[in-house]
Protein backbone atom coordinates (compact mmCIF):
# COMPACT_ATOMS: atom_id res chain seq x y z
CA UNK A 1 0.00 0.00 0.00
CA UNK A 2 1.27 3.20 -0.86
CA UNK A 3 0.03 6.74 -0.96
CA UNK A 4 2.46 9.41 -2.72
CA UNK A 5 1.53 13.29 -1.78
CA UNK A 6 2.94 16.01 -4.48
CA UNK A 7 2.16 19.13 -5.22
CA UNK A 8 3.24 21.40 -2.37
CA UNK A 9 6.26 24.29 -2.10
CA UNK A 10 6.66 28.30 -1.39
CA UNK A 11 3.49 30.27 -2.73
CA UNK A 12 2.94 33.96 -1.52
CA UNK A 13 0.20 34.83 0.08
CA UNK A 14 -3.11 35.08 -1.68
CA UNK A 15 -1.53 32.13 -4.03
CA UNK A 16 -3.12 28.42 -4.84
CA UNK A 17 -1.55 25.20 -5.20
CA UNK A 18 -2.57 21.71 -5.84
CA UNK A 19 -1.85 19.18 -4.02
CA UNK A 20 -2.18 15.54 -5.58
CA UNK A 21 -2.25 12.00 -3.48
CA UNK A 22 -1.89 9.12 -5.47
CA UNK A 23 -2.69 5.59 -3.95
CA UNK A 24 -1.96 2.23 -5.12
CA UNK A 25 -2.34 -1.49 -3.39
CA UNK A 26 -5.59 -1.17 -2.22
CA UNK A 27 -8.96 -0.10 -4.03
CA UNK A 28 -8.89 3.50 -3.72
CA UNK A 29 -12.47 3.52 -5.00
CA UNK A 30 -13.95 2.13 -1.80
CA UNK A 31 -12.09 4.36 0.75
CA UNK A 32 -12.49 7.75 2.03
CA UNK A 33 -10.34 10.05 1.45
CA UNK A 34 -9.11 13.15 3.48
CA UNK A 35 -6.65 15.91 3.96
CA UNK A 36 -4.68 16.63 6.91
CA UNK A 37 -2.14 19.39 8.06
CA UNK A 38 0.10 19.69 10.57
CA UNK A 39 2.44 22.61 11.56
CA UNK A 40 5.43 22.94 13.69
CA UNK A 41 4.99 22.31 17.33
CA UNK A 42 0.76 21.86 16.48
CA UNK A 43 -1.13 18.73 16.06
CA UNK A 44 -2.29 17.77 13.06
CA UNK A 45 -5.53 18.65 11.72
CA UNK A 46 -8.45 17.56 9.08
CA UNK A 47 -8.46 19.81 6.30
CA UNK A 48 -10.83 17.97 3.73
CA UNK A 49 -12.41 14.92 3.28
CA UNK A 50 -14.42 13.17 0.31
CA UNK A 51 -16.63 10.12 0.73
CA UNK A 52 -15.82 6.65 -1.52
CA UNK A 53 -18.88 8.23 -3.35
CA UNK A 54 -17.56 11.65 -4.82
CA UNK A 55 -20.24 14.31 -3.56
CA UNK A 56 -19.82 13.49 -0.30
CA UNK A 57 -17.34 16.47 1.04
CA UNK A 58 -16.49 18.37 4.10
CA UNK A 59 -14.14 21.03 5.37
CA UNK A 60 -13.62 22.57 8.88
CA UNK A 61 -14.42 26.25 8.65
CA UNK A 62 -10.70 27.27 8.76
CA UNK A 63 -10.28 26.31 5.08
CA UNK A 64 -14.00 26.16 3.75
CA UNK A 65 -15.02 28.28 0.88
CA UNK A 66 -11.02 28.27 0.18
CA UNK A 67 -9.93 24.55 -0.05
CA UNK A 68 -11.58 21.82 -2.63
CA UNK A 69 -10.94 18.24 -2.15
CA UNK A 70 -11.88 16.34 -5.35
CA UNK A 71 -10.99 12.31 -6.14
CA UNK A 72 -10.33 11.00 -10.28
CA UNK A 73 -10.88 6.96 -8.96
CA UNK A 74 -9.66 6.09 -12.74
CA UNK A 75 -6.79 7.57 -11.70
CA UNK A 76 -6.32 6.41 -8.13
CA UNK A 77 -5.91 10.12 -7.26
CA UNK A 78 -7.33 12.44 -4.79
CA UNK A 79 -6.36 16.32 -5.17
CA UNK A 80 -6.53 19.49 -3.00
CA UNK A 81 -7.34 22.64 -4.85
CA UNK A 82 -6.21 25.51 -2.27
CA UNK A 83 -6.40 29.00 -2.97
CA UNK A 84 -6.01 32.45 -0.83
CA UNK A 85 -3.75 30.86 1.21
CA UNK A 86 -2.57 32.84 4.40
CA UNK A 87 1.06 32.01 6.31
CA UNK A 88 -1.69 30.38 8.67
CA UNK A 89 -2.36 27.48 6.21
CA UNK A 90 1.65 26.66 6.68
CA UNK A 91 2.26 22.99 7.43
CA UNK A 92 3.02 19.73 6.36
CA UNK A 93 -0.07 18.25 4.31
CA UNK A 94 -1.08 14.37 4.46
CA UNK A 95 -3.44 12.39 2.76
CA UNK A 96 -5.00 9.35 4.22
CA UNK A 97 -7.51 6.58 3.15
CA UNK A 98 -9.71 5.47 5.63
CA UNK A 99 -12.35 2.13 5.49
CA UNK A 100 -11.37 -0.77 7.78
CA UNK A 101 -8.22 0.79 8.08
CA UNK A 102 -6.02 3.93 7.62
CA UNK A 103 -3.23 4.72 5.17
CA UNK A 104 -1.10 7.68 5.61
CA UNK A 105 1.10 9.04 3.08
CA UNK A 106 4.73 10.74 3.77
CA UNK A 107 3.19 14.04 3.22
CA UNK A 108 4.66 17.55 1.00
CA UNK A 109 5.10 20.80 2.69
CA UNK A 110 3.71 24.16 1.60
CA UNK A 111 5.30 27.07 2.61
CA UNK A 112 3.32 30.47 2.50
CA UNK A 113 5.43 33.46 2.26
CA UNK A 114 6.37 36.22 0.70
Known amino acids: VQLVESGGGLVQPGGSLRLSCVGS????????MSWHRQAPGKERELVAV????????DYPNSVKGRFTISRDNARNTVYLHMNRLTPNDTAKYYC????????WGQGTQVTVSS
Open 25 to 32: GFAFNRYH
Open 50 to 57: IGSVEAIV
Open 96 to 103: KASRDIDY
